[in-house]
């Protein structure tokens, strides 16, 4: 691993493709000349802000859109007449080669150990696994395979606006698809070397997707942490596909939590510049396992 930075460099920056791209439009940052940056850390380099600034084609671009205007106009509404909620998983490898024959459940958040499957079902040929629940379950996927790192896909709320008004609800109805990733089992151990990190055995991980008040859209400018008590826990922040020691999200919206304790852990998310609250969400963390959540606003 080590041995092969180049192998290990690609599979860094593919995770950022966890995040589903980066927010939409860009702005310039800095004036347009040529050879502007390689990295992102070209731009901080040039005086853009570090949560802020990503290398675009040899330009620093900073995000547009970067919104927290409902923070303080939230409204959580639990489903009154619950409708089915229809949850697609494609699950595939880093290549983006489709994993058949996986096995997935469907556990309720309130089963932390899944003792109790709502449902349990195998990829097709094509990846693909199609799971139906009434919108007011709160739930997560797990799935395994041989070569595979065990893993826990939490569920994405709903939003919706309503004049200024941001409502979350459990889960969208209709259709909602994830992009779910079957990572190498030493994925996570690449991370931990990448920041010089010793991954605990007995420890978990978590990979996040930040949002801000613009549905679906991902966060610059959000700093993350886990709750009081997960002692040993480290937070790292996409840049550029590589996770490094910083104060806030980029234009990607990424953190990277390793050595989790498993268990129930709250994670929370607030904007770095005015410490305001943005959102948090208790998520279940396993040993040797990666936890993957979108965190977006919360009343």
């Not at 009154?80 to 595939?92: D, G, I, M, S």
């Amino acid at each position: 691993m080590v041995a092969r930075p180049r192998r290990a460099a690609a599979r860094l920056a593919t995770l950022a493709s966890l995040g589903a791209g980066l927010a939409g439009g860009c702005s310039f940052a800095l004036e347009v000349g040529d050879d502007q940056c390689e990295t992102d850390r070209d731009c901080v380099a040039r005086g853009a802000p570090s949560e802020l600034s990503a290398c675009d084609g040899g330009v620093c671009r900073t995000p547009a859109g970067v919104d927290f205007s409902c923070l303080g106009r939230l409204r959580e509404e639990p489903t009154l007449e619950p409708v089915e909620a229809v949850q697609r998983l494609f699950l595939h490898d880093l290549n983006n080669v489709a994993l058949p024959g996986v096995p997935v459940q469907l556990c309720a958040v309130g089963d932390i150990e899944c003792t109790q499957p709502i449902d349990r079902r195998e990829t097709d040929a094509g990846g693909r696994v199609e799971f139906r629940v009434e919108t007011n379950y709160r739930v997560y996927f797990q799935y395994w395979a041989p070569g595979i790192l065990p893993a826990v896909l939490h569920s994405d709320a709903a939003y919706r606006r309503e004049g200024s008004t941001l409502v979350v609800e459990p889960l969208a109805a209709g259709v909602t698809d994830y992009d779910a990733f079957g990572l190498p089992l030493d994925v996570v151990a690449t991370l931990a070397s990448a920041v010089g990190e010793t991954l605990a055995p007995d420890r978990g991980s978590a990979f996040v997707r930040v949002l801000g008040c613009e549905p679906g859209a991902p966060s610059a400018g959000v700093s993350v942490e886990a709750e009081a008590g997960a002692d040993g826990a480290r937070v790292y922040y996409d840049r550029g596909g590589t996770p490094v020691a910083a104060d806030a999200t980029n234009a990607s919206g990424l953190a990277f939590l390793l050595n989790l304790p498993p268990g129930l852990v709250t994670i929370r998310a607030k904007v770095r510049r005015t410490g305001q609250a943005l959102g948090e969400r208790t998520v279940i963390i396993r040993a040797a396992t990666m936890t993957a959540l979108t965190l977006g606003p919360t009343p």
